[in-house]
C-alpha cells in the first residue's frame, strides 16, 4: 500500500529536519573543539585567567546586514536589470539572494522596510530615482550622468 501524498511530503521533510539536526550537531561539536582551544591559549598566556567571568556574545539575526551590504546589493540589481524594478521585486530578490526565507511574512515585511529605507536614501543622495508605474508602485533606477 503507498503512503497518501501528505504522509510522503511529511517523510521526506522529517529528513530534511533530521539532516540539519546532524549538521547542528557537528557545529556544536566544533564550536565546543574551538573553544576549548581557546580556552587553552588563554590560560597559556594567563594562568589566572577566570574563563567563566568572559561574557558571551548574542549572535546577531540571521538576516542582519553589515553597514552598506543592502545598498551595494540593490544598486548591482539596479545595474543589472534592462528596466526599472519595483520596491516588491528588489525585496524577493535580495532576499533570494541571502537565502531568507520568503514565506516568513514577518521577514519579508522587515526586508521590505529596510529596502525601502535604502532606496530613499539612496535617492536623497542623487544615486536613483522613482517613478510611477504600473499599479501605482514606485518604479526604481540609477540616475544617469
Not at 15 to 27: C, F, P
Not at 35 to 50: K, M, N, S
Not at 52 to 79: C, N, W, Y
Not at 100 to 127: F, H, P
Amino acid at each position: 500500500m503507498q503512503s497518501p501524498n501528505a504522509v510522503s511530503a511529511l517523510k521526506n521533510k522529517r529528513g530534511e529536519i533530521a539532516g540539519r539536526v546532524d549538521a547542528l550537531q557537528d557545529q556544536l561539536r566544533q564550536a565546543l573543539i574551538d573553544l576549548d582551544h581557546v580556552d587553552c591559549t588563554i590560560l597559556l598566556f594567563d594562568p589566572d585567567a577566570e574563563l567563566d567571568e568572559i561574557k558571551s556574545k548574542p549572535m546577531p539575526p540571521r538576516h542582519h546586514a553589515f553597514k552598506g551590504q543592502v545598498t551595494r546589493s540593490i544598486l548591482t540589481m539596479l545595474r543589472k536589470s534592462a528596466a526599472p524594478l519595483d520596491g516588491l521585486t528588489i525585496t524577493v530578490r535580495l532576499m533570494d539572494e541571502r537565502e531568507l526565507n520568503q514565506s516568513d511574512k514577518k521577514l519579508v515585511k522587515t526586508i521590505q522596510k529596510r529596502v525601502g529605507a535604502a532606496l530613499r536614501n539612496m535617492r536623497d543622495r542623487g544615486l536613483v530615482k522613482s517613478e510611477k508605474g504600473a499599479k501605482g508602485l514606485l518604479m526604481w533606477s540609477l540616475v544617469t550622468t
